[in-house]
C-alpha cells in the first residue's frame, strides 16, 4: 500500500447513494470525483414524487443534498461522464474518465431556457420513458444540478447537419459552444466506490402484458412520473402522447411482480409492494373517486413501519388488495382494459375492467455494468449486480481490494437501505485512506528525527 498526503475516492454514480457516499467522505476531508453518466446528478430519486414510508416529497430531500455536492470545495462533479479505464490497486488507483461534450459552457450558461423555447426539434424524452417529448436543446428537469442546458448531439440539426444554429444565435449569454469535444481526463485515487443504481425494467417481451401496445398499460416509475410536479403532466393523473390519450380514470390496477421472480428476472424486487402501496394512496388522497386494486402473489413489506403503511391504506384510503395470478391483459371492446385473473389457484378465471393498469416491474443491473465491472476487475452475480466479497460479513466490499460497492448496483433496495450501504462503503474507504495518511505521518516523522 503507497502513502499519499492527500485523500482522494472516485464515486461512481450519483444517484441518492453515490450522493450520500460523496458528502460523508468529503465531511472528512477526502477529495471526491463524483461521476454520473447523465447531464444531471440525482439518479432516480430524483425524479420520484413521494417516498413511502412517510410520503415526503422525493426532490425536497434530495435537492439541498445536490446543492452541496455541487458548492463543496472538495466534492469534483464530472456529469456526462464515465470511466473508460482503470490500472492500479488499491491506494493508487489511475482512473481515466471519458467526458462528452456538453455543448454548453457550464460557467457562462444561467438555466434560463431562452435557446430550448427557439430549438425546432422535439424528440421523445428518454428520462421521462418517451412519455412526452423534449428539445435537442434541454435542461433535464427543474431541479438539475448543475441546472444549465445540454444539446442532444444526435438530433441537434447543426451538430448533425451544419444546420439551424436557433440556440446559438438567442442566447442571451454566448453559452453555446458547438467546438467542445468529448474528453478524456486522468485522476489518481486511493479507493473507489460504485453505486451505479438500478434500470426499470421495461416489459416489452412479456406479450400477456400488452405493455406499449394497449394504452394505459403503464410501468409503475411511468406512473410516478406522471405524478409528480416535475413530470409531462405536472402531476395530473392524465395519459397522452405515444401512449394513447385518457383523461377519465376511474378504475387503475396495480400488477406486482412483473418481471420479477421467475418471471424473466429469478429474484424479488423487494421494493414493487411498497411502492405500488404508495402509488395507490397517493392516488386516493388526490383522487378520492378513482379505486385502486392492488393484485398480488403475496405482500413484502419488511420495512420498519411498512406493516402499518399498508394498513392504513385499507382503513384510511380503502386500496383493494386481491391476491391472485394475473393470466393476461386484454383491450376491451368499449375501450377500457381487461385484467384476467385466477385467485383460486384453480380453474376458474375471472375479469374485471380498468382504465389503466400499471405494472410493477423488477429493478434490472443498470446498461454497461459488465463492462464497469470489467473495467473495474471485479465481479457480478449471478442475478447481473455486483458481487460483495462476503454477502453476510461484507456487503459492501468488491470483490477486489479498494473498490466499495453501495445501493441498488447490489440488489434492488429502498432509499432507507440504500442510504445504511452508502454510509457503510464510506466508512470502509475512509478507513483504508486513514491508514495510508498516517503511515505517511509517521514516516515524515521519523525523517524530521533523523535530520
Ligand atoms: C417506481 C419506483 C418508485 C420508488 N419509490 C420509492 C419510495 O417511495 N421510497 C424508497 O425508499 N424507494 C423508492 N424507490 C427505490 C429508489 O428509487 C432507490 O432505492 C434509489 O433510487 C437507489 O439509489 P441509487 O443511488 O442506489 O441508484 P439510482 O437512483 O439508480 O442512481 C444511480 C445513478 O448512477 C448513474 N449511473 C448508472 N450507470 C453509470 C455508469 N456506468 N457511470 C456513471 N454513472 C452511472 C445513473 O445515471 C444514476 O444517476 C422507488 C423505485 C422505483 C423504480
Ligand atoms: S444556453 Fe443560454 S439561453 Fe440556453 S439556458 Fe443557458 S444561458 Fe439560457
Ligand atoms: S442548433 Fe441544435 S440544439 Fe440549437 S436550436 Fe438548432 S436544433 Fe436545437
Not at 41 to 61: H, Q, V, Y
Not at 128 to 157: F, S, T, W
Not at 226 to 249: H, N, V
Request: glycine letters at 8%.
Amino acid at each position: 500500500m503507497e502513502h499519499a498526503e492527500n485523500m482522494n475516492t472516485l464515486v461512481i454514480g450519483s444517484g441518492i447513494t453515490g450522493i450520500r457516499v460523496a458528502l460523508d467522505l468529503a465531511k472528512n476531508g477526502v477529495n471526491v470525483h463524483l461521476v454520473e453518466r447523465e447531464a444531471s446528478i440525482g439518479g432516480k430519486m430524483a425524479l420520484l414524487d413521494k417516498t413511502f414510508p412517510t410520503n415526503d416529497c422525493s426532490i425536497c430531500l434530495l435537492a439541498p443534498k445536490m446543492s452541496e455536492c455541487m458548492n463543496r470545495d472538495n466534492i469534483e462533479l464530472h456529469t456526462l461522464s464515465e470511466v473508460e479505464s482503470v490500472s492500479g490497486s488499491e491506494g493508487n488507483f489511475e482512473v481515466t474518465l471519458l467526458k462528452k461534450a456538453r455543448y454548453i459552457d457550464e460557467k457562462k450558461c444561467t438555466g434560463c431556457g431562452i435557446c430550448i423555447e427557439h430549438c425546432p426539434t422535439t424528440v421523445p424524452d428518454p428520462i421521462n420513458d418517451e412519455l412526452c417529448d423534449r428539445k435537442a436543446i434541454y435542461i433535464p428537469y427543474a431541479q438539475a444540478v448543475p441546472r444549465v442546458a445540454v444539446i442532444d448531439p444526435d438530433h441537434c440539426k447543426h451538430l448533425s447537419e451544419g444546420k439551424c444554429g436557433a440556440c446559438k444565435k438567442k442566447c442571451p449569454r454566448d453559452a453555446v459552444d458547438f467546438t467542445q469535444m468529448d474528453q478524456f481526463l486522468k485522476i489518481n485515487v486511493q479507493t473507489i466506490v460504485v453505486a451505479i443504481g438500478a434500470d426499470v425494467y421495461r416489459p416489452f417481451e412479456l406479450k400477456k402484458y400488452k405493455y406499449g401496445k394497449i394504452p394505459g398499460v403503464l410501468t409503475a416509475f411511468e406512473l410516478e412520473r406522471l405524478l409528480c410536479p416535475t413530470g409531462p403532466t405536472e402531476g395530473q393523473l392524465m395519459l397522452t402522447g405515444p401512449y394513447g390519450k385518457i383523461d377519465e380514470i376511474k378504475d387503475i390496477a396495480f400488477l406486482l411482480c412483473v418481471g420479477s421472480r421467475g418471471e424473466v428476472h429469478e429474484y424479488c424486487s423487494g421494493i414493487c409492494c411498497s411502492h405500488a402501496t404508495k402509488q395507490a394512496i397517493l392516488i386516493r388522497e388526490s383522487y378520492p373517486n378513482i379505486s385502486t386494486t392492488i393484485f398480488y402473489r403475496d405482500f413484502r413489506t419488511f420495512g420498519k413501519n411498512f406493516e402499518h403503511y399498508v394498513e392504513r391504506s385499507k382503513t384510511d384510503y380503502g386500496v383493494d388488495y386481491h391476491r391472485a395470478t394475473v393470466e393476461r391483459i386484454e383491450r376491451s371492446d368499449d375501450g377500457r382494459i381487461s385484467v384476467v385473473f385466477d385467485e383460486t389457484g384453480g380453474e376458474e378465471r375471472k375479469k374485471d375492467k380498468f382504465d389503466l393498469v400499471v405494472l410493477s416491474t423488477a429493478l434490472i443491473p443498470p446498461a454497461g455494468t459488465v463492462g464497469l465491472a470489467a473495467k473495474l476487475g471485479i465481479k457480478l452475480d449471478d442475478w447481473g449486480f455486483f458481487q460483495s466479497k462476503d454477502p453476510l460479513l461484507e456487503p459492501t466490499s468488491s470483490t477486489r481490494e479498494g473498490i466499495f460497492l453501495a445501493g441498488c448496483c447490489l440488489r434492488p433496495k429502498d432509499i432507507t437501505a440504500s442510504i445504511m450501504d452508502a454510509s457503510s462503503a464510506s466508512a470502509k474507504a475512509l478507513e483504508i485512506m486513514n491508514q495510508m495518511k498516517k503511515g505517511l505521518e509517521k514516516e515524515l516523522e521519523k525523517d524530521e528525527v533523523v535530520v
